[in-house]
């Protein structure tokens, strides 16, 4: 016969004590690998002192904001066969202020860095720098298009002075958003009142101050940076940006919503809300029988190759309707007013949204903001003031009598009203209560169920 015998050993750590490290801006749970208690003896043990003498009540314990706990993990009591190992966690607080923000609430310029947040669909996430928890950026993923952005790349970059392209200033803090998946989302970028004061200075006299609550808005350069070949420029108008103030920390919070990612900069909106490299003085269009007459100035232009006008029906999707309309500049550069003009022989019935789209000769991108010419016997919907405060106007010119519902989402896509419309044939108004809601961006929808289909973005402030 053969007998084997197996003898377990005193187990012996040797490992010095594992420190952790976690910002966190509200409480976490933590705990082993072990099962809480039962069996008798494999516990996870919660103590507040680096002695482990003074025991927390009621372990397991959840881990606050500024707190430190030592914790011991114990596989069994049984003498000779138990393992014990121990940690000290630190949570620190996250704090209001922003990243390179110094003790005179100035900008301490250079890279931040980047960081990596993971989005999953609805939800909010909050980068913070590593060494001593200062906000970067906040992403909000849009729960309504039922896309998950995923693992996204967030990188913040603060030049030491501020610059300019295409003779206009834009603020010295930018950043760059990449996630795996585009999709639709609200995003939160952080600045101080200084980098906007720096601006100021820099943008003088040729340039509004800056005002972030009326004439903020943010450049959005996709498939690349400023300036990049191939590159396409978004103007985010201040009717959709959402700024507030925090006057302890002099942080202003600048929340818009996006359907793509990449390079966002901030400056004064100029009177057109062009992007950063057009310089746009005038668009307008008007039904004129039963043509589009589109019209448009530049006041000066850089290197511009040709304009393509582009239309869309729900103002979300565009597509080209001309041909290119060749700069009239020499050599695509000229320092005076030019005029241009395109009538569309074939308007769609209902709103025909026209944007102009830009290209360089070096085949950078941009896109003006849109015009709205309407066609047709559908259904009109007319929503003001935006920003609204107190009360919320809404004109409808319906083609039949019926019932609509209007409901209003917040940033998160839940929806926070719900109101009953009786509709009658031609004009309806109604108004809608907002006093209740807190400031913010919210979509207003508007549907009967057959022919009627509208939705519009509001800043309630």
């Known amino acids: 016969d053969t007998m084997y015998l197996e003898v377990t050993s005193i187990p012996q750590f040797t490992l010095p004590i594992y420190s ?78 922003i990243a390179n923000q110094n003790v005179g609430n100035f900008s301490d310029c250079g890279a ?41 790349s967030i990188c913040e970059d603060i030049e030491c002075t501020v610059l300019f392209y295409n003779t206009q200033p834009y603020v010295n803090r930018h950043y760059e958003i990449t996630p795996t998946v585009n ?100 668009f307008t269009g008007k039904r004129v029988n039963e043509t589009s007459a589109l019209s448009w100035i530049t006041s000066s232009e850089i290197n511009n190759s040709h304009f393509v006008v582009e239309r869309s029906k729900d103002a979300k999707s565009f597509s080209a309707v001309s041909s290119k309309i060749n700069s009239k500049g020499v050599n695509g550069n000229s ?31 941009s896109h003006s903001g849109t015009v709205d010419v309407y066609f047709g016997n559908e259904t009109m919907v007319t929503m003001y003031p935006n920003p609204v405060n107190t009360e919320l106007n809404i004109d409808i010119n319906s083609i039949e009598t019926g019932r609509a519902r209007i409901k209003i989402m917040d ?21 809608i209560d907002m006093q209740s809601l807190s400031d913010g961006i919210y979509m207003i929808s508007i549907s009967n169920g057959k022919n009627l289909s509208y939705s519009q973005t509001i800043r309630k402030k």
């Not at 606050?64 to 011991?72: C, L, N, Q």
């Open 183 to 282: 999709g639709k989302a609200t995003v939160c970028l952080y600045y101080l009142q200084q980098d906007f004061d720096d601006y100021d200075a820099a943008a003088f006299p040729s340039w509004p101050s800056m005002s972030p609550t009326t004439n903020l808005a943010i450049t959005q350069i996709d498939n690349g940076n400023l300036g990049s070949p191939s590159s396409i420029a978004t103007a985010i108008p201040n009717s959709l940006i959402t700024a507030t103030y925090d006057p302890l920390t002099t942080v202003w919070t600048v929340c818009f919503p996006v359907d793509s990612f990449s390079h966002f900069y901030a400056h004064t909106q100029n009177l057109f809300n062009t992007p950063l490299p057009v310089t746009l003085t005038n």
């Open 20 to 97: 952790g490290f976690a910002c966190a801006p509200n409480a976490i749970d933590i705990s082993s690998l072990i099962s809480i208690f039962p069996p008798v003896g494999n516990d996870t043990l919660f103590f507040n002192d680096a002695s482990y003498t003074t025991a927390y009540a009621g372990n397991p314990h959840a881990i606050s904001t500024a707190d430190s706990v030592y914790m011991i993990v114990r596989t069994s009591n049984v003498a000779a066969c138990s393992d014990t190992a121990r940690a000290h966690i630190d949570v620190l607080p996250a704090t209001n202020n």
């Open 411 to 431: 940033a998160t896509g839940r929806v926070v009203k719900t109101v009953e419309l009786s509709l009658q044939a031609g004009s309806n108004a109604a108004k």
């Open 112 to 152: 931040v860095g980047c960081g990596t947040i993971t989005l999953g669909n609805g939800n909010t996430e909050t980068l913070y720098t590593t060494s001593d928890c200062r906000r970067i950026a906040t992403v909000t993923d849009d729960p309504t298009d039922m896309i998950s952005l995923g693992n996204t």
């Open 335 to 365: 320092s005076v007013d030019l005029n241009y003009s395109y009538s569309d022989m074939t308007p769609m019935n209902g709103h025909n949204y026209y944007r102009l789209q830009q290209v360089d000769i070096d085949g950078h991108v």
